[in-house]
């Protein structure tokens, strides 16, 4: 994705947000949902990334974007993640960003970042 937008001749700032957000966004998906399907639009305004996933969903969102709060299981820790910033990390990365979780079905993370004037 980074190579891809510098091809394009994105400003090095919105890369670099889209490239957080997005690592954060996936490694929650591993981590939680053993994987999903992320979609990534590109206009000229904006970057838009959809993380979707069926994994278990976010029993409470609120919670879950406090800073430090964490759900990751003890090895996924011992490996130096599940620190419990991964969605505060992607809405302070993003300029706008929706969380649909639905218990037992999946969760739906839809964020953008804006690169137009």
């Known amino acids: ?7 394009m001749g994105v400003d090095p700032e919105a890369i670099r947000k889209v490239a957080i957000a997005m690592y954060e966004g996936e490694i929650n998906m591993v981590i939680h949902a053993k994987g999903g399907l992320i ?6 305004e904006a970057i838009k990334m959809i993380l979707a996933d069926v994994g278990p969903g976010i029993p409470d969102v609120e919670l879950a974007m ?21 969605l505060p990390n992607m809405k302070k990365y993003s300029d706008e960003m929706e969380i649909d979780s639905r218990i037992g079905e999946g969760t739906t993370i839809t964020m953008t970042v804006k690169i137009g004037g």
């Open 39 to 44: 979609t990534v639009e590109i206009t000229p």
């Open 66 to 86: 406090q800073a430090g709060y964490s759900t990751a299981p003890d090895e996924i820790r011992s490996l130096g993640f599940g620190a419990g910033m991964g």
């Open 1 to 7: 994705m980074k190579r891809k937008l510098k091809q």
